[in-house]
């Protein structure tokens, strides 16, 4: 009963100090404005997606009806890939800022089209959209400074140690009531506009709990180096300091020395070489001859070495062989490629390790389903699905079939869920 009374009583006097109240509404503020930004921009990729899916499939069968041929139909049929957002992807943006969520393929080299427009080899970022778990990560330090740096030097500074020590009788329990009513105000600023909004948009209750329970954990750890500063004998300006140089460090210096690391380590693949790469082979192929390209693509496709020789100046068989033949000529960079994006992605998470703000933004980015990882999962739909799509084509393509609109009944179909 007194421990409820002394936190009632703290919450009272903590209510009329008007700086970290004010702090308090800020972030309140700061935090509804990153959910809101991050749910409209959710709300436009899924737009987006939606809007194009249905213009897709017209175009498609446009392309398929209007085709003389297989290979004709091959070469003008796009199909829409995409990488729908999660229900809690507006939480932490993540990858989905960085790399493709959507992408039109067709039968053609897979590899010039993933990487036509390369965009970034994800890695440890300093900075990122102005989404929850940017708050989090690296506003809430800087709001629990200012509300509980001077909670013990206030009183030391104004000589009231003793007065307090005489009318609570333990000053341990009560810095702990008051770090408590403390840590409870800004975990009411950081959580309430997370469920009400999240609530209010379908988020499902156990991604919440889960970002709850990160927004806990990042603000117990910050509060530990708070509390660890505000019990030495130094006036409020030094430790108000202290902890700013500490928040620079965790936040700013190890992140970008860590950046710096994981580029000099784990060396940067390019994208645009390995378009290059298989486009080169690709353009190569209208200048030797062709049974020399056949002989390659047969290497992986056994199955079709029977079929008849190329005679004629252009056979769509030989222009997908080649197609197909380029792709490979690029394989082990592409393999190298996403490679180095999961192997940068595992030295960022122990450097995480001792970065407080990425291991806020990592952890949460996995649980909205915008990490790495998920980005790497989608590529590899993208893959499997372009490889079901070639090898649909074939048996029309190498048997020489006559076209007929209707043979194409089971054409595969994209799944974001593969």
Request: hydrophobic share 50%.
């Given at each position: 009963?007194?421990?409820?009374?002394?936190?009632?009583?703290?919450?009272?006097?903590?209510?009329?100090?008007?700086?970290?109240i004010?702090?308090?509404?800020?972030?309140c503020?700061?935090?509804?404005?990153?959910?809101?930004?991050?749910?409209?921009?959710?709300?436009?990729?899924?737009?987006?997606?939606?809007?194009?899916?249905?213009?897709?499939?017209?175009?498609?069968?446009?392309?398929?009806?209007?085709?003389?041929?297989?290979?004709?139909?091959?070469?003008?049929?796009?199909?829409?890939?995409?990488?729908?957002?999660?229900?809690?992807?507006f939480?932490?943006?993540?990858?989905?800022?960085?790399?493709?969520?959507?992408?039109?393929?067709?039968a053609?080299?897979?590899?010039?089209?993933?990487?036509?427009?390369?965009?970034?080899?994800?890695?440890?970022?300093?900075?990122?959209?102005?989404?929850?778990?940017?708050?989090?990560?690296?506003?809430?330090?800087?709001?629990?400074?200012?509300?509980?740096?001077?909670?013990?030097?206030?009183?030391?500074?104004?000589?009231?140690?003793?007065?307090?020590?005489?009318s609570?009788?333990?000053?341990?329990?009560?810095?702990?009531?008051?770090?408590?009513?403390?840590?409870?105000?800004?975990?009411?600023?950081?959580?309430?506009?997370?469920?009400?909004?999240g609530?209010?948009?379908?988020?499902?209750?156990?991604?919440?709990?889960?970002?709850?329970?990160?927004?806990?954990?990042?603000?117990?750890?910050?509060?530990?180096?708070?509390?660890?500063?505000?019990?030495?004998?130094?006036?409020?300006?030094?430790?108000?300091?202290?902890?700013?140089?500490?928040?620079?460090?965790?936040?700013?210096?190890?992140?970008?020395g860590?950046?710096?690391?994981?580029?000099?380590?784990?060396?940067?693949?390019?994208?645009?070489?390995?378009?290059?790469?298989?486009?080169?082979?690709?353009?190569?192929?209208?200048?030797?001859?062709?049974?020399?390209?056949?002989?390659?693509?047969?290497?992986?496709?056994?199955?079709?070495?029977?079929?008849?020789?190329?005679?004629?100046?252009?056979?769509?068989?030989?222009?997908?062989?080649?197609?197909q033949?380029?792709?490979?000529?690029?394989?082990?960079?592409?393999?190298?490629?996403?490679?180095?994006?999961?192997?940068?992605?595992?030295?960022?998470?122990?450097?995480?390790?001792?970065?407080?703000?990425?291991?806020?933004?990592?952890?949460?980015?996995?649980?909205?389903?915008?990490?790495?990882?998920?980005?790497?999962?989608?590529?590899?739909?993208?893959?499997?699905?372009?490889?079901r799509?070639r090898?649909?084509?074939?048996?029309?393509?190498?048997?020489?079939?006559?076209?007929?609109?209707?043979?194409?009944?089971?054409?595969?179909?994209?799944?974001?869920?593969?």
């Amino acid at each position: 009963m007194n421990a409820f009374k002394n936190f009632r009583r703290e919450a009272g006097l903590f209510l009329r100090s008007r700086t970290p109240i004010a702090a308090l509404g800020l972030l309140c503020i700061l935090v509804t404005i990153a959910v809101l930004l991050g749910q409209a921009e959710v709300l436009r990729q899924q737009a987006s997606i939606d809007r194009v899916q249905e213009l897709d499939s017209i175009e498609r069968e446009a392309a398929l009806a209007g085709a003389p041929d297989f290979g004709d139909a091959a070469y003008a049929a796009f199909f829409l890939t995409w990488n729908p957002p999660s229900d809690s992807a507006f939480l932490a943006m993540g990858q989905r800022d960085i790399s493709p969520w959507m992408l039109r393929v067709r039968a053609l080299a897979l590899e010039g089209q993933i990487h036509e427009t390369d965009n970034f080899n994800p890695e440890l970022s300093l900075t990122g959209r102005f989404d929850y778990a940017f708050v989090i990560a690296f506003l809430l330090p800087l709001f629990a400074i200012v509300v509980m740096y001077d909670m013990v030097s206030a009183e030391r500074d104004a000589g009231r140690i003793p007065l307090l020590a005489a009318s609570v009788g333990n000053v341990r329990k009560l810095w702990i009531i008051r770090a408590a009513v403390r840590m409870s105000g800004l975990l009411l600023a950081c959580l309430l506009p997370l469920w009400l909004i999240g609530i209010f948009i379908g988020t499902s209750a156990g991604s919440l709990l889960s970002v709850s329970l990160i927004v806990v954990a990042a603000l117990l750890v910050w509060s530990a180096f708070i509390l660890l500063f505000s019990f030495q004998s130094w006036s409020s300006p030094v430790i108000a300091t202290s902890l700013m140089g500490v928040w620079l460090m965790l936040a700013i210096i190890i992140p970008l020395g860590g950046k710096l690391l994981v580029d000099r380590v784990i060396p940067d693949v390019d994208g645009a070489q390995i378009s290059l790469l298989q486009r080169e082979s690709v353009n190569d192929a209208w200048d030797i001859p062709k049974a020399a390209t056949m002989e390659r693509f047969y290497v992986s496709h056994p199955e079709w070495a029977n079929t008849p020789p190329v005679t004629l100046p252009f056979h769509w068989k030989w222009f997908y062989a080649f197609q197909q033949v380029g792709d490979e000529s690029a394989a082990e960079l592409s393999s190298a490629y996403r490679a180095a994006i999961a192997q940068r992605d595992r030295l960022t998470g122990w450097i995480s390790l001792v970065s407080p703000p990425v291991a806020v933004q990592r952890v949460m980015q996995h649980v909205a389903g915008t990490d790495v990882q998920a980005s790497l999962a989608y590529d590899q739909r993208i893959r499997a699905f372009h490889e079901r799509l070639r090898r649909y084509y074939y048996p029309f393509l190498f048997n020489e079939m006559p076209y007929r609109r209707e043979l194409l009944t089971d054409i595969p179909e994209f799944a974001s869920n593969e």
